[in-house]
């Protein structure tokens, strides 16, 4: 339902691309749904948004965000349950995020209710790109750019706030082989590492290529200054199950992206009487319990993937399995409790779904 009391303008474009494409077989953000919605702040104010055609944008060579890199993002799903409905997942918490992550990079905030409004509108638009096949989903893809034409450096005058959308399949498929990194740093304290923001994943690249190269899917990050904690995994959370228990990194610090899944999975374990720390972990400990057998799952929390099952750590050039007949059965009946949530097959106790 369109918002009466915000005004934004709609133009649906006439050329839907929705019968091209391969609805069985969706690669993860190559797709994109027909419109996209705009919101340009100028003069101290956001102006009106526009929903309307997906297409490229055309931008100035020295627009600020290109150059410095005061860009943030979301990522958040509409999933499609069994009646029709379509339910967005706790987009109150994404909204809350990217004011934070406004804040630290000095770009305007959008209140909550906007932002959720706004994605809301777009998702209405395009409803018909919400997958009904089981486990898709459509992802959705806020984000804030500083566009002054200038390149001094100073929080940007200008910014685009876009969303676009993208019908997408399951993302992960097999279990993930990771490596402890002890020497490049994902976050440091003081540093941008709670904000999502584009350098992050920009700096992440180059230690995640080394690790692929020695056969890695993805980087289990450790803190900045000892690399004696762990902090997440890849662009995920990170959860480990230690003598029947599940546990993971303490979020008080400011180098640790705090991730909805996560806080859900935490929420989720709770209910269920699933026993949960969340506190400092170190590497040693991981270590040693998983080479006594006292770590008998783990795996890494996000949007995109819900839960990633992690099948092999790597430490200092020793590889250690997780047991491949451990039943994981705390993170099985976790996965499956949100996914029978987001398919509307829960009662949504926790008040956590909004329906479109
Ligand atoms: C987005 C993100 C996460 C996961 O957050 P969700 O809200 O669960 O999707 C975790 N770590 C990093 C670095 C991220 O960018």
């Not at 994109?32 to 055309?58: A, C, R």
């Amino acid at each position: 339902m369109i918002n009466e009391t915000l005004p934004i303008k709609v133009n649906k474009t006439t050329e839907s691309r929705i019968n091209q494409i391969d609805w069985d077989n969706l690669p993860f953000g190559r797709e994109f749904s027909d419109h996209m919605l705009v919101m340009n702040y100028s003069d101290g104010k956001w102006q009106t948004p526009e929903i309307k055609k997906f297409e490229s944008l055309k931008l100035h060579p020295a627009t600020s965000a290109i150059h410095y890199g005061q860009s943030i993002f979301e990522g958040m799903k509409a999933t499609r349950a069994d009646n029709g409905d379509v339910l967005l997942f706790r987009p109150d918490m994404n909204a809350k995020r990217f004011a934070e992550s406004c804040e630290r990079m000095c770009m305007p905030a959008i209140s909550d209710e906007l932002f959720v409004d706004l994605v809301r509108n777009l998702v209405e638009v395009d409803n018909e790109w919400v997958p009904k096949k089981k486990g898709y989903s459509l992802y959705i893809r806020p984000f804030m750019f500083a566009t002054d034409e200038f390149i001094g450096i100073k929080p940007s005058d200008n910014y685009s706030f876009i969303i676009f959308t993208c019908p997408v399949g399951v993302y992960y498929t097999k279990p993930v082989n990771v490596k402890i990194e002890e020497f490049y740093t994902r976050a440091s304290r003081g540093g941008v590492g709670m904000a999502k923001t584009a350098g992050n994943y920009a700096a992440s690249l180059y230690p995640a290529k080394k690790g692929q190269e020695e056969g890695f899917d993805q980087l289990i990050w450790t803190d900045g200054i000892e690399h004696k904690y762990i902090e997440e995994s890849g662009t995920m959370n990170v959860v480990f199950e230690i003598d029947g228990k599940l546990i993971s990194p303490a979020e008080d610090t400011d180098t640790i992206l705090k991730g909805i899944t996560k806080r859900s999975v935490v929420e989720v374990a709770n209910h269920f009487n699933i026993p949960f720390e969340e506190r400092k972990i170190t590497v040693e400990e991981v270590i040693a319990a998983l080479r006594e057998g006292r770590l008998t799952d783990a795996f890494g929390a996000g949007t995109a993937a819900t839960i990633a099952p992690i099948a092999k750590i790597g430490f200092r050039g020793e590889l250690v399995e997780i047991p491949t007949n451990s039943p994981r059965t705390f993170s099985t009946k976790i996965k499956n409790y949100l996914d029978d949530l987001q398919a509307g097959k829960e009662k949504d106790i926790f008040n956590w779904l909004v329906k479109v």
